[in-house]
Structure formats: structure tokens, C-alpha cells
T-cell receptor, first 113, second 109 residues
Framework: DTEVTQTPKHLVMGMTNKKSLKCEQHMGHRAMYWYKQKAKKPPELMFVYSYEKLSINESVPSRFSPECPNSSLLNLHLHALQPEDSALYLC????????????FGPGTRLTVL | GQNIDQPTEMTATEGAIVQINCTYQTSGFNGLFWYQQHAGEAPTFLSYNVLDGLEEKGRFSSFLSRSKGYSYLLLKELQMKDSASYLCAVLDSNYQLIWGAGTKLIIKP
């Protein structure tokens, strides 16, 4: 299994909703990442988990809350988002943080109304 | 600061060759990646260079010169499906991936 899966593929939510994005990989990778990507821009790193511990938090607002229940799963909990948070949210994984060939999931297209 | 420059857009003809350049200034260097991204899809890995020289992989090749802070991605025998954005990314001294803005490649018949 050499892929990263993400659910849902599309999500539309209101500003008062609470939702979660899910990411899963079964490649034995020990580092997992959340990125946010706006149209025609490169991915922006949000969070990095290494060995199930949060190692990097790139000054992301608290309305985004990551969780790593185990080495294969990564969640991103969303609460009280703003319309400007609408973007493609990408999950990626790599063997470790030091060799950073990252495998990306297909992304979740999020729209905040 | 950290900076990665690549052209915003390039156009090439089906069957031809195109070279996409990337220059970088980063705090440390632990390798350079090229990713391909089709519109609305996730990036997919193309190549990784950490030593100077040319790495060839089928129709795609990637070159690195660390002393010049320069890389290029060479695409041969262009196909319509090669129309995509090509992202250059550098692994810095903290092993963080610093991304360029991407080059949109348009292939014409």
C-alpha cells in the first residue's frame, strides 16, 4: 500500500460548524503533515507530526486543531472557521522528517460559507 | 530570508523539450525536490537531488548545482498530459520543506 488517503474529498461547512478531516497511511511512515493550499499558490505547511508527537506548528490559528491518534492516522479538527479558510487541505507522509520525500493524499476541498 | 524562484508560466509544444529553472537561497540545504501538480490534485514526487549533477528518470531529468543555488527540471518528448504546475522545493537545515511558487507549464499541440 503506497498511498495516502483522505476523507472527505469535498466539504462545505458553515462558520459555526465543527467538522474533522481525516488522513491515513499504511506505509509505516513516521512523519505526517497537514498543508493548506490556495489556488495557484504552493502548499503552506500547517503542522508536522513526528513519531505521533507534534513537532512543528506553523502559527496556525486555534480554530484548526490537529490530532494524531496513532502512527497511521492524522486528523484535523475544524471549528468556527472563516470564509478565507476555504482551500485545498493536503495531508502528506514521509519515512521520517529527515528524508523528506513526501507522499501526498488527494486532498480535501474545503468551502466555508 | 529564504527564497525560491521559478518562472510563473511556460509554454511548449507537444513532442518538444522544456527546461524549468529554479534558484534558491535557503538557510542550509539538505536536498531539492521537484513535484508535479495537476490542477485540483495533490502534488506527486518527480525527483530528489542532494549531490551536484544530473539525475535522469525516463523523460524527466533534474540537475543540481549547489554552489550556484540552481536546479532545473528537463522534460523531453512532451505530452499533453505534462500540462501541470511544477513545484521546486528545498529541504533546509531544519529539514523543513521550503516551496517555490510553482511553474505552470502549458503544452500546445
Amino acid at each position: 500500500d503506497t498511498e495516502v488517503t483522505q476523507t472527505p474529498k469535498h466539504l462545505v461547512m458553515g462558520m459555526t460548524n465543527k467538522k474533522s478531516l481525516k488522513c491515513e497511511q499504511h506505509m509505516g511512515h513516521r512523519a505526517m503533515y497537514w498543508y493548506k493550499q490556495k489556488a495557484k499558490k504552493p502548499p503552506e505547511l500547517m503542522f508536522v507530526y513526528s513519531y505521533e508527537k507534534l513537532s512543528i506548528n506553523e502559527s496556525v490559528p486555534s480554530r484548526f486543531s490537529p490530532e494524531c491518534p496513532n502512527s497511521s492516522l492524522l486528523n484535523l479538527h475544524l471549528h468556527a472557521l472563516q470564509p478565507e479558510d476555504s482551500a485545498l487541505y493536503l495531508c502528506a507522509s514521509s519515512q521520517g522528517e529527515e528524508y523528506n520525500e513526501q507522499f501526498f493524499g488527494p486532498g480535501t476541498r474545503l468551502t466555508v460559507l | 530570508g529564504q527564497n525560491i524562484d521559478q518562472p510563473t508560466e511556460m509554454t511548449a509544444t507537444e513532442g518538444a523539450i522544456v527546461q524549468i529553472n529554479c534558484t534558491y537561497q535557503t538557510s542550509g540545504f539538505n536536498g531539492l525536490f521537484w513535484y508535479q501538480q495537476h490542477a485540483g490534485e495533490a502534488p506527486t514526487f518527480l525527483s530528489y537531488n542532494v549531490l551536484d549533477g544530473l539525475e535522469e528518470k525516463g523523460r524527466f531529468s533534474s540537475f543540481l548545482s549547489r554552489s550556484k543555488g540552481y536546479s532545473y527540471l528537463l522534460l523531453k518528448e512532451l505530452q499533453m498530459k505534462d500540462s501541470a504546475s511544477y513545484l521546486c522545493a528545498v529541504l533546509d537545515s531544519n529539514y523543513q520543506l521550503i516551496w517555490g511558487a510553482g511553474t505552470k507549464l502549458i503544452i500546445k499541440p
